[in-house]
């Protein structure tokens, strides 16, 4: 039961053009939603989030869309630029709040590999 | 260092010994995960930690698996008699608590079994 897809395995683009990576998911109860980009042995590296309360936010090339009706997020990267090439995933968490405090585990797509050509 | 930062950063390993993975979070992070990546496989959550709660251990594949926290700070988890199929990428995160935080992860450790 995977409950955050990312149908599209690979995505190609080129240099100074639009790149939009997209997800799925399928829990009702996912309240918080982020993007995360991967290079070759390294760790994810945070880029963007949206909590269920907004519909877009923007930092900088980066623009995330959530759509709840949908259920379905997209990641904007504008323009695209060769160092954005890299593996995407998108992720989900439904949190929990208690006492104060929030905290929730994630739940991954698959990844969608971004190469940007110049 | 400003990062979470995990070691080893690689272990081979025979069949059946025991493995210790370490991380030590951000400073201020008191929520601690780890997660794996299995080859060809996106991310599966394995454990969390929160301050003194007591751990969700609800993605732990096999009681061969345990994690401890100690101090509210670095993290082991702990693999005994390891399998071939638990050759994997074991990845540590942590966040602050407070409102939506995002998760920020170490470089991970690559675990093979032999």
């Known amino acids: 039961d995977q409950q955050v897809k990312q149908n599209s395995p690979s995505l190609s683009v080129q240099e100074g053009r639009i790149s939009i990576l997209n997800c799925d998911y399928t829990?009702?109860?996912?309240?918080?939603f982020l993007w995360y980009k991967k290079y070759p042995a390294e760790g994810p590296t945070f880029l963007i989030s949206?909590?269920?309360?907004?519909d877009k936010n923007e930092d900088g090339r980066f623009t995330v869309f959530l759509n709840k009706s949908a259920k379905h997020l997209s990641l904007h990267i504008v323009p695209s630029q060769p160092g954005d090439s890299a593996v995407y995933f998108c992720?989900?968490?439904?949190?929990?709040?208690?006492?104060?405090?929030?905290?929730?585990?994630?739940?991954f797509g698959q990844g969608t590999i971004l190469t940007v050509h110049p | 260092g400003a990062g979470v930062s995990q070691s080893p950063s690689n272990k081979v390993t025979e069949k059946g010994k025991d493995v210790e993975l370490r991380c030590d979070p951000i400073?201020?992070?008191?929520?601690l995960y780890w997660y794996r990546q299995s080859l060809g496989q996106g991310l599966e959550f394995l454990i969390y930690?929160?301050?003194?709660?007591?751990?969700?251990k609800s993605g732990l594949p096999s009681d061969r698996f345990s994690a401890e926290r100690t101090g509210g700070s670095v993290s082991t988890l702990t693999i005994q008699r390891t399998q071939q199929e638990d050759s994997a990428v074991y990845l540590c995160?942590?966040?602050?608590?407070?409102?939506?935080?995002?998760?920020?992860f170490g470089d991970g450790t690559r675990l093979s079994i032999l």
């Open positions: 930690f929160q301050g003194n709660s007591a751990p969700d």
């Open positions: 400073s201020g992070h008191t929520a």
């Open positions: 949206i909590s269920s309360i907004k």
């Open positions: 995160a942590s966040s602050l608590v407070r409102g939506l935080q995002p998760q920020h």
């Open positions: 829990n009702s109860m996912f309240d918080y």
């Open positions: 992720a989900a968490s439904g949190h929990l709040y208690a006492g104060g405090t929030s905290y929730g585990k994630l739940t």
